[in-house]
């Protein structure tokens, strides 16, 4: 079993559509978690950074936390066919160095 | 700010040829920079962990002697791809973290080998 888990998609929204994108763990140390957006082609783009559990809102895009679940959250509003891309979820526990990533989820949404 | 270049962003090269790639952190000093590879539609690989001043450490099959992992600086690190064959072109990218638990990635180099 994966450290964490996302569903590689793909996924295809209309525009406007409400988008929620999710990954689960398993390790329970993990303390920080962020998502990252990657076009094609580019290196990885930090969108989210959250500690714990919790909300965390920066314009249309939301990351939620809940460490009970063990369940990590991106909600994109409004989406436009610019947040067409994958996303990438990753997980860091306080001691360790290095990120651990979910799949990523490609999504596409459509004009 | 948290900006993170790679050069170069392409880079084609002939079978047996060595090629570096610089990863600079540009507004901010990394105590620890990563270097991963990613294959088409699939996730990043992490291939070694690089702290400034000491040696890298290399994930479970990376060839230490292949990929040539310098930390020089705070702001620097390079990886070289020795004597490159055609399974080692990839897309590989490098990222920073400064003294905090966010880490920022560099938009990537392409590399191809003939």
């Known amino acids: 079993q994966k450290e964490v888990e996302q569903d590689p998609g793909p996924l295809s929204v209309p525009e406007g559509a409400i988008v929620s994108l999710n990954c689960t763990y398993s390790?329970?140390?993990?303390?920080?978690f962020m998502w990252y957006r990657q076009y094609s082609r580019k290196g990885p783009e930090l969108l989210m950074y959250?500690?714990?559990?919790g909300n965390k809102e920066d314009g249309r895009f939301t990351a939620q936390v809940d460490k009970s679940s063990k369940y990590i959250s991106l909600f994109i509003r409004d989406s436009q066919p610019s947040d067409s891309a994958t996303y990438l979820c990753?997980?860091?526990?306080?001691?360790?160095?290095?990120?651990?990533f979910g799949s990523g989820t490609q999504l596409t949404v459509l004009p | 700010g948290a900006v993170v270049s790679q050069h170069p962003s392409r880079v084609i090269c002939k079978s047996g040829t060595s090629v570096k790639i610089e990863c600079r952190s540009l507004?901010?000093?990394?105590?620890?920079m990563f270097w991963y590879r990613q294959f088409p539609k699939q996730s990043l690989m992490l291939m070694a962990t690089?702290?400034?001043?000491?040696?890298?450490?290399?994930e479970q099959g990376v060839e230490k002697d292949k990929f040539l992992i310098n930390h020089a600086s705070l702001t620097l690190s390079t990886l070289t791809v020795t004597s490159a064959h055609p399974e080692d072109s990839s897309f590989y990218i490098c990222?920073?973290?400064?003294?905090?638990?966010?880490?920022?990635f560099g938009p990537g180099t392409r590399l191809t080998v003939l």
């Open positions: 990222s920073a973290r400064p003294d905090r638990n966010e880490q920022f």
């Open positions: 390790n329970s140390a993990f303390q920080y």
């Open positions: 959250t500690y714990s559990s």
């Open positions: 990753a997980s860091l526990s306080g001691s360790a160095r290095q990120l651990t």
């Open positions: 507004d901010f000093q990394a105590t620890t």
């Open positions: 690089s702290n400034e001043g000491s040696k890298a450490t290399y």
